[in-house]
């Protein structure tokens, strides 16, 4: 029973990408978006009846196919985990996923390769459950390695502007440096532990097994390094800010909701790795705090709409990681859910804001939007709220417990994660008062053709809206569902933190600091009426700031001109030695073989003779003399 | 018994024929220009080595190596089948059999 189920939960999406890539080009474009978004809606069944099961039984749900690889007592079996985290994650990986299909297919309606999107987000969703429910390190990896796959393939997907393909190369390249840091750490694993089966090495640690810590170490080091290239951190986040040249709602899915989070996904299921590697967990909430408030930084000043919630999203992961860092795995479960709802519903509206405007995404040609696009403007409007921290919508519990837990921890790290939240209440803002008040400043032609978008494009908006506004719900403090929920993912039990008089100070502090960035936005661009200026007009800080710390331009000077350049060393100076070396070698073979080849004549008397005489000769030597 | 005929003829004269008919050979093969004749030449040195082995295999009482020349001497029938047919096949061919005409094997 429970096999079949997982079946269905994997194969549905599957099956979905196989009938939409095969089949897709003759069915008709309502037909196959309907086959892509029915295939993801079972799988979301599927999750919640089996999210029921185990809510019931408190018991996860191991279902083994068959043994995969059998090297001595080594084993990979073909095996899939449904426990309270990997359940948590299907049922919001399979939801949002459903509303984004049916949201891609108005968006995506005049496109002309509308089932090859489909069906690659399809194999998406296929790809992603494979990472979440799998069993062991090396099932987690096909997955990791396939929605990489669907990344590159989706933010390529208008293959015919070059800008894309090279954004999305960028990002498959960015990704397989952190997969290489991911692959050796699972080898490490698997050398220390004999096992990549989580269950396993889990029982291994809570019975007492001696572990190498050394070893163990640089394992989650690297295993850390992989989750910075899927997740966006520092130094491989620049991926994801050139990963919006997809469409729309694949920068929602995808790039935001769904598969970024993998890497938070990857360090809570190892969580009792993670927990005897201090040293790691130091290094991962230190870099946490740095990407959030470095990207929060680059977000203030960015000017694309896409490219500002691209760095909040890159932001918030890090306030995410700087939660797992300090050891608070469950907080930062919560804040991935929490901020999938509202960060989903924000790239779904501005998706509908891009297709009102007609395909423009530079807030500097919007504004005033609010009277013509009632509900995108409203739902925009509670996630905005969402994301700044305001009570009582769910970014302010998700958002707020990460801060305790950093001013717990380290008072540093606290200050940094509550700049970065001051700051995204002020870029959010911004970006809510540039798009949608004040005048329109965009061309006649755009104004006419201004419009809400269709109800099956507003109805995710809703939904995810109210998810994003009683998200919260779920983790309420003092008296948390989520935290006992995910009880039983952890060895031993949790640290908790009493719901005293600091944690009130500190949500009172917070709630003001997201008031603060409110009213600087609030006056900077609807009292004084500012507007971001030209591009070639931006002076001093904020010109490092908008062209984003230079980072790209760093990574261009000291890591691809270096190997342009030793690429170029190899095919002068090297291959030219080395091929002179092979091709005279040949060359001599042919200069003697020249003088030979006149003693080949033909004359089978000469033959003769030489047989005669080189027969002579050998008697000769052997015999006679 | 075997040993009588070798006292009534001594052994080295066995030698001395069969090195004389091996030269014999030789020289047919260096000096003829007749395809035919060259195998001929051939198959007197090969039956030069056979008289040899005959005789030290008298010379040695043991009959291996008379055993052994009924063995050469089947598969050198063999192989001058197969000789004479494919100078009959070159002779179709090139209505000539002098080895100076057949430079078809130069490389």
């Known amino acids: 029973m429970d096999s079949t189920l997982v079946l269905i939960l994997l194969l549905s999406p599957f099956i979905g990408f196989l009938s939409n890539i095969f089949f897709g080009k003759s069915l008709s474009k309502n037909l196959s978006g309907t086959i892509g978004t029915i295939a993801v809606g079972i799988s979301f069944v599927v999750s919640v009846i089996l999210f029921n099961k185990v809510l019931q039984s408190g018991k996860g749900i191991t279902v083994h196919f068959f043994d995969w690889l059998e090297l001595f007592n080594f084993k990979v079996g073909f095996s899939f985990l449904l426990d309270q985290l990997s359940l948590l994650w299907l049922l919001f990986v399979t939801g949002i996923g459903t509303l984004i299909h049916l949201y891609s ?20 969703v ?23 796959l669907c990344s590159y393939l989706l933010i390529g997907f208008w293959y015919k502007n070059q800008n894309y393909n090279d954004a999305a190369k960028k990002a498959f390249i960015m990704n397989r440096i952190g997969d290489l840091g991911f692959l050796a750490g699972i080898f490490i694993i698997g050398y220390l532990f004999n096992s990549l089966d989580y269950l396993t090495i889990k029982q291994a640690l809570a019975s007492g097994g001696f572990v190498d810590l050394g070893w163990l170490a640089f394992a989650t080091l690297c295993l ?18 050139d990963a919006m040249a997809g469409p729309t709602p694949v920068s929602a899915l995808i790039h935001a909701a769904t598969m970024v989070t993998a890497g938070i996904f990857m360090v809570t299921r190892l969580n009792f790795l993670f927990e005897l590697t201090p040293a790691v967990l130091n290094v991962i909430a230190i870099i946490g705090a740095l990407t959030a408030l470095i990207a929060a930084f680059i977000a203030l000043v960015q000017n694309d709409i896409k490219k500002v919630l691209a760095y909040s999203t890159v932001s918030q992961l890090g306030l995410m990681f700087l939660a797992l860092g300090l050891g608070a795995y469950e907080v930062a479960v919560f804040h991935v859910v929490t901020h999938a709802f509202f960060k989903a519903c924000l790239f779904l509206g501005s998706g509908s804001v891009i297709h009102a405007m007609g395909g423009e995404q530079d807030m500097r040609y919007m504004g005033g939007l609010k009277s013509h696009m009632k509900t995108t403007y409203i739902t925009f409007l509670i996630s905005t709220l969402a994301i700044s921290g305001i009570f009582p919508l769910s970014g302010f519990f998700s958002k707020d417990e990460i801060l305790l837990v950093a001013f717990h921890e380290n008072k540093v790290l606290w200050v940094i994660a509550s700049l970065a939240s001051i700051m995204t209440a002020f870029y959010m803002f911004r970006l809510l008062y540039l798009t949608f008040f004040g005048k329109f400043r965009g061309s006649e032609e755009q104004k006419h053709h201004l419009h809400e978008s269709p109800s099956l494009m507003t109805f995710p908006l809703i939904v995810l809206a109210i998810l994003a506004a009683v998200g919260g719900l779920i983790s309420l403090p003092g008296n948390s569902w989520l935290n006992h929920y995910l009880e039983p993912i952890f060895i031993g039990s949790r640290p908790h933190h009493a719901v005293d008089s600091t944690a009130y100070m500190l949500m009172g502090v917070a709630t003001v600091g997201a008031l603060i960035g409110i009213f600087l936005a609030y006056s900077k661009y609807i009292k004084k009426g500012e507007l971001p200026a030209k591009d070639k007009e931006v002076t001093g800080f904020a010109k490092v700031l908008h062209n984003k710390f230079y980072v790209d331009e760093i990574y261009t000077a000291i890591i691809v001109k270096p190997i342009y350049w030793l690429g170029d060393f190899f095919k002068s100076i090297v291959e030219v030695i080395i091929s002179s070396i092979v091709f005279g070698t040949g060359k001599l073979a042919n200069i003697l073989s020249d003088q030979g080849k006149t003693l080949q004549n033909g004359s089978v008397g000469l033959y003769l003779f030489v047989f005669v005489l080189g027969f002579s000769t050998i008697v000769y030597y052997l015999f006679l003399a | 018994m075997l040993q009588n005929i070798l006292q009534e003829i001594g052994i080295e004269n066995y030698i001395f024929l069969a090195t004389a008919l091996f030269c014999v050979g030789i020289f047919g093969v260096l000096y003829r220009r007749n395809a035919i004749v060259v195998f001929m030449s051939i198959e007197i040195m090969l039956n030069a080595v056979n008289l040899l082995l005959v005789a030290f295999s008298t010379y040695h009482q043991d009959a291996a190596g008379q055993v052994f020349v009924f063995f050469s001497m089947a598969v050198a029938a063999a192989e001058v089948a197969i000789g004479l047919a494919i100078l009959v096949a070159i002779y179709r061919n090139l209505k000539s059999i002098d080895i100076d005409d057949l430079r078809n094997l130069k490389g």
């Open chain 1, 126 to 148: 296929f790809f992603m459950i494979t990472l979440v429910a799998g069993s062991n390190l090396l099932i987690m990896f096909i997955g990791w390695e396939g929605v990489g």
């Open chain 1, 224 to 241: 850390f390094i992989g989750a910075t290239g899927k997740s966006a951190q520092l130094p491989l986040y620049t991926w994801l800010p």
């Open chain 1, 105 to 124: 297919i108005s968006y995506m309606h005049d496109d002309e390769n509308l089932h090859k999107f489909f069906s690659y987000l399809n194999l998406f």
